[in-house]
T-cell receptor, first 111, second 116 residues
Framework: TQLLEQSPQFLSIQEGENLTVYCNSS?????LQWYRQEPGEGPVLLVT?????EVKKLKRLTFQFGDARKDSSLHITAAQPGDTGLYLC???????????FGPGTRLSVLP | DAGVIQSPRHEVTEMGQEVTLRCKPI?????LFWYRQTMMRGLELLIY????????DSGMPEDRFSAKMPNASFSTLKIQPSEPRDSAVYFC??????????????FGPGTRLTVL
C-alpha cells in the first residue's frame, strides 16, 4: 500500500489546455513537495508546501496543500509541451520518520 | 557546482556479476540518499547517510545490496551477486537541510542498470 497516492496515473492533453493532478494520503504530512522528472534525468524540486491550506504559484503552476495536510494538488494553466514529464509528490509523514514518494503522474502535452 | 555526479550512466551486466554504482554528492551537503526507480514500484528509498554514517537502510532489498560512504564526497552502492530483477534506474541524491527549514534533495542523473 502506497503512503501517497497520485491521480491520474497518466494524462495526455493538447497544448493550451488546463489540468490538475492530485496527491492524496490517509496520513497527515508535515510538508509535501512536488518534483518534476524529465526522461533520462533525476527529479527536480518544484515547490514545498508546509502549511495547511497553503497555495503557492510558480508561473503557470499552482500548488495547494489541503487544510488537513493529507492531500495536495498541482494545477497547470495553458499547458505547454515543455511541461511534459513525470510529476511526483513526496513528503515526510507527521512523525518526520518516513520520507516517501508517490508513484507519479505521467503528463504528456502534445503540440 | 556540477551537481550530483553518478557513474556509470548505463551498466549492462550478466546475472551473478558484481555491480558497483558510484556517487559524488554536492560539496557541503551532509545527507546522501540512494533510490531505485522502476515502472512497477516507482521511486523507492534504499538507504541514506548523514555525515557519512548510514542512518536508515530499511529500504535495502536484501543482503545482496550494500552501500558505503567512506568520505563526504563519495558513496558506492554495490550489488553482489546481481539478478535480473535488480534492473532499474538507481539515483543518488544529496541535501543540506536548512535550520528549521524543509529539505530539498538534489538528484543525480541516475544509473540505468540492466542485468541480463
Amino acid at each position: 500500500t502506497q503512503l501517497l497516492e497520485q491521480s491520474p496515473q497518466f494524462l495526455s492533453i493538447q497544448e493550451g489546455e488546463n489540468l490538475t493532478v492530485y496527491c492524496n494520503s490517509s496520513s497527515v504530512f508535515s510538508s509535501l513537495q512536488w518534483y518534476r522528472q524529465e526522461p533520462g534525468e533525476g527529479p527536480v524540486l518544484l515547490v514545498t508546501v508546509v502549511t495547511g491550506g497553503e497555495v503557492k504559484k510558480l508561473k503557470r503552476l499552482t500548488f495547494q496543500f489541503g487544510d488537513a495536510r493529507k492531500d495536495s494538488s498541482l494545477h497547470i494553466t495553458a499547458a505547454q509541451p515543455g511541461d511534459t514529464g513525470l510529476y511526483l509528490c513526496a513528503g515526510f509523514d507527521n512523525y518526520g520518520q518516513n520520507f516517501v514518494f508517490g508513484p507519479g503522474t505521467r503528463l504528456s502535452v502534445l503540440p | 557546482d556540477a551537481g550530483v555526479i553518478q557513474s556509470p550512466r548505463h551498466e549492462v551486466t550478466e546475472m551473478g556479476q558484481e555491480v558497483t554504482l558510484r556517487c559524488k554528492p554536492i560539496s557541503g551537503h551532509d545527507y546522501l540518499f540512494w533510490y531505485r526507480q522502476t515502472m512497477m514500484r516507482g521511486l523507492e528509498l534504499l538507504i541514506y547517510f548523514n555525515n557519512n554514517v548510514p542512518i536508515d537502510d530499511s529500504g535495502m532489498p536484501e543482503d545482496r545490496f550494500s552501500a558505503k560512504m567512506p568520505n563526504a564526497s563519495f558513496s558506492t552502492l554495490k550489488i553482489q551477486p546481481s539478478e535480473p530483477r535488480d534492473s532499474a534506474v538507481y539515483f543518488c541524491a544529496s541535501s543540506s537541510p536548512p535550520p528549521g527549514g524543509t529539505d530539498t534533495q538534489y538528484f543525480g542523473p541516475g544509473t540505468r542498470l540492466t542485468v541480463l
